[in-house]
């Protein structure tokens, strides 16, 4: 379960597939709910997401980008960092959506947050479909039909 700390923002996650202390900057109570259950979803045997950082809900318009994963890492001269992950949504498309099709957005970029830390972390179309077919091998089908019936264009990145 994803729970907030009494400061507010920083969530501690002890179960589901990302696990650990990140920051969850947004009070938009339904995209808490659905994130918290889309964390809990995936299979107990699954690999666990350790590089999670943030999370959030962006209230930025955006044309077709309903949620993004970026995956960085810093080289300090010779020592490459921890890598880190942020996961961005936007709540301008994401609102639109029904829980069933956010959910569906939410387990496409948890499957893009896995496969960068347990593959290798990649763009491309390839990577796109590979993500759809991860969300889906988690349980996620009907939510991601959800979103193909809803959003012809919105798609998240
Ligand atoms: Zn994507």
Redesign the pocket.
């Known amino acids: 379960m994803v729970r907030e700390g009494r400061l507010g923002g920083v969530a501690d996650s002890a179960r589901g597939l990302v696990v650990g202390k990140f920051v969850l900057s947004t009070r938009d109570r339904r995209f808490r709910r659905l994130f918290g259950e889309a964390n809990l979803r995936p299979p107990a045997g699954v690999p666990r997401i350790t590089t999670v950082e943030s999370v959030s809900l962006s209230r930025r318009p955006t044309r077709t980008t309903v ?1 993004l ?1 970026r995956y960085s890492r810093v080289r300090y001269f010779l020592v490459l960092s921890r890598p880190r992950q942020t996961i961005t949504f936007y709540s301008s498309l994401l609102d639109a959506l029904s829980d069933a099709a956010a959910s569906a957005v939410i387990a ?2 948890l499957a ?1 947050a896995w496969l960068n830390e347990h593959v290798r972390p990649e763009e491309s179309r390839e ?2 479909r590979e ?1 759809d077919t991860l969300a889906r091998k988690w349980g996620f089908g009907p939510e991601l039909d959800a979103l193909d019936r809803e959003a012809e264009t919105v ?3």
């Open positions: 949620g994963t496409h970029e893009h990577r796109e993500a798609r998240p990145d």
